[in-house]
Structure formats: C-alpha cells, structure tokens
T-cell receptor
Framework: DAGVTQSPTHLIKTRGQHVTLRCSPI?????VSWYQQVLGQGPQFIFQ???????GRGNFPDRFSARQFPNYSSELNVNALLLGDSALYLC????????????FGQGTRLTVV | AQKITQTQPGMFVQEKEAVTLDCTYD???????LFWYKQPSSGEMIFLIY??????QNATEGRYSLNFQKARKSANLVISASQLGDSAMYFC??????????????FGKGTLLTVNP
C-alpha cells in the first residue's frame, strides 16, 4: 500500500509568488494535517482537515490556506511568499482526527529566494 | 512556556549499545498522548512509539521503549542495541485533549543521534 505522498518534493519560488503543495493520504484515511518545519526546529502545526472540514488552525497568517477534496487529498496554498516561508512542509494522514498514529509524507522542501 | 522540551541537541552512542533520549512535557490536561518520531536526512517523519496518559504500562515497540514517568512529566525514549541506521533526528511530540479538540501535535526541537561503528 502507498504511504502518504506529497508533491512536489522540492520547489524554488520567488518572493511575492504563490505556491500550492499537494498531499495524498493513505488510502482510507480521512484526516490530513499540515506542518511547517524550518531548519533546526521541530514541525509546527498549520492546519488539520477531517472529512473535508477544517478542524484546527495553527498560528499562521491568512496567507496560508488549505482545503481537502472529496477523495481526501489536500492542498496547502501560500500567497505572497516571504523568505521566512522557506521550510520543509509535511503532510500527515490518519483515519480519524483523534488517531493515536499520524503517518507523515516525505515532505516538500520550499525555498523562497 | 515550552510544552515539549528536549534538552539534548546531540547524542553519540556506540553501535550495539543502548541510548536514552530525554523528553519532558508540560500540560494541565489530564488526557494527552506522547509520541516519538524519527526523521532521517530524507525528511520523512517516521512514527516510532506512542504512550497515552492513562496507560499503566510503558509502551514498547521492538527496540524502542518509552520510559513514562507521569509525576515528573517525563517521556524518555530508550533505544536498545543501537544500529548505524538509527542515526537521525528524533522528535518528541504531544497531543493534548480528547475528542474534537485532539487534533494537533506539538513537537520539541529534536535530538540528533549519531551511532558510531
């Protein structure tokens, strides 16, 4: 069975641009969460979606948005990119929103220049 | 205040020896879960072990065990018989609450483990 897949794996964008990151959860999983991990830090929670509804949002500006599709895949959108948005963006999936296990993808490394 | 504290930025261990990675946490919620993840240089976060706040026994998964000391708010990871492939970043994380509010993981800053041959 395929694990959590994220695309693209690497991305370079210019300040002010917009970016869309994609995540496909494990088959049958209904919850997707997004995390941002800057170099040298632990991941920080951005969003969680369960059954296509936003269940939680971390302390991130409105430039960050996300959605979940009927097939439970998800997109994370970031507008007006800043240099500080350069990070590894991780997607995690679980069956329920309260599952004890969350399985992560390999991440998307975003570099803003 | 930091919810998850990992005081060891880096640790070294000889192959085949055991190593303990420290984690302390801070919460006033009686219901919480504690997790350990391994992150190799490739970036993927690999789930290792989980301990619930109401679990009476320490969690074990193969060579990994979690030394859960609730009164001290400590959840140390013990890796027995270290292997070269264990070299990676290790993160302790916590999920607070239950039900609909129990949705996010709060991570520590991590410990970089290096296993020497």
């Amino acid at each position: 069975d395929a694990g959590v897949t994220q695309s693209p794996t690497h991305l370079i964008k210019t300040r002010g641009q917009h970016v869309t990151l994609r995540c496909s959860p494990i088959s049958g999983h209904k919850s997707v969460s997004w995390y941002q991990q800057v170099l040298g830090q632990g991941p920080q929670f951005i969003f969680q979606y369960y059954e296509k509804e936003e269940r939680g949002r971390g302390n991130f500006p409105d430039r960050f948005s996300a959605r979940q599709f009927p097939n439970y895949s998800s997109e994370l959108n970031v507008n007006a990119l800043l240099l500080g948005d350069s990070a590894l963006y991780l997607c995690a999936s679980s069956f329920y929103d309260w599952n004890t296990e969350a399985f992560f993808g390999q991440g998307t490394r975003l570099t803003v220049v | 205040a930091q919810k998850i504290t990992q005081t060891q930025p880096g640790m070294f261990v000889q192959e085949k020896e055991a190593v303990t990675l420290d984690c302390t946490y801070d919460t006033s919620d009686p219901s919480y879960g504690l997790f350990w993840y391994k992150q190799p240089s490739s970036g993927e976060m690999i789930f290792l072990i989980y301990q619930g706040s109401y679990d009476q026994q320490n969690a074990t998964e193969g060579r990994y065990s979690l030394n859960f000391q609730k009164a001290r708010k400590s959840a140390n990871l013990v890796i027995s018989a270290s292997q070269l492939g264990d070299s990676a970043m290790y993160f302790c994380a916590m999920r607070e609450g239950s039900g609909g509010s129990n949705y996010k993981l709060t991570f520590g800053k991590g410990t970089l483990l290096t296993v020497n041959p």
